[in-house]
């Protein structure tokens, strides 16, 4: 009889947690933590979480929080979750966002007919 298997879902293009291997020690307290249990431990001890489902990742940063080495693990929102949305001017290539102090004058180009 055949032991069961996990494999990761590679058609997914997101990626939602990235780790430094460099810092990350493979303590998998970030594993145990997950609440959509997306990360599994990986087979060689000492070296970061696997990310088996990116797709099940919730954002909520829980694995984050619970990790002990600072910079070891980041979590990345997609595109369409940025807070933070800067425009570029393409006339003069100032960059402004909405709610910043002082903003750049308004365009009062005529719109090309």
């Given at each position: ?16 947690i ?12 970030c ?70 102090k002082?903003?750049p ?9």
């Amino acid at each position: 009889m055949n032991s069961p298997r996990m494999l990761p879902n590679p058609p997914t293009p997101n990626e939602p947690i990235q780790f430094a291997s460099d810092i990350c020690n493979g303590c998998n307290l970030c594993v145990n933590i997950c609440r959509s249990d997306v990360l599994m431990p990986h087979p060689e001890k000492g070296k970061p979480p696997i990310v088996l489902y990116p797709d099940e990742c919730w954002y909520c940063g829980t694995c984050v929080l619970e990790c002990n080495r600072k910079g070891a693990i980041k979590l990345v929102h997609p595109m369409n979750q940025s807070v933070t949305v800067i425009w570029k001017r393409k006339a003069t290539g100032e960059n402004f966002r909405l709610g910043m102090k002082h903003p750049p004058a308004p365009n009062t180009r005529k719109p090309c007919s």
